[in-house]
Nanobody
Framework: QVQLVESGGGLVQAGGSLRLSCAASGRTFSSYYMGWFRQAPGKEREFVARISWTGISTNYANSVKGRFTISRDNAANTVYLQMNSLKPEDTGVYYC??????????WGQGTQVTVSS
């Protein structure tokens, strides 16, 4: 089992920045690919970013490339999402997830990000 707890969400003006954190406990954190997803009101949850075990490999949704950066600190069992140049369309609940094999197996409870225009 892995428990994930997100933090760092809030209200920010367009063009601003936020840094989300996801603290993990339970099984070995460094064994998992970690990812961030988001869900806007009335829409399905969508992939935002993913990072490999070592942090060397990252993937991003086209909509956030160049603005968001995913990173991880395995010693601290934490994954981060630095979000810059935020847009109103980035508004939503952001979820942290841990990937075991091909499945996103563990999920956090989510943190709200609201970007005002």
């Amino acid at each position: 089992q892995v428990q994930l707890v997100e933090s760092g969400g809030g209200l920010v003006q367009a063009g601003g920045s936020l840094r989300l954190s996801c603290a993990a406990s339970g099984r070995t954190f460094s064994s998992y690919y970690m990812g961030w997803f988001r869900q806007a009101p009335g829409k399905e949850r969508e992939f935002v970013a993913r990072i490999s075990w070592t942090g060397i490999s990252t993937n991003y949704a086209n909509s956030v490339k160049g603005r968001f950066t995913i990173s991880r600190d395995n010693a601290a069992n934490t994954v981060y999402l630095q979000m810059n140049s935020l847009k109103p369309e980035d508004t939503g609940v952001y979820y942290c997830a841990a990937q075991l094999g091909s499945d996103w197996t563990y999920w956090g409870q989510g943190t709200q990000v609201t970007v005002s225009s």
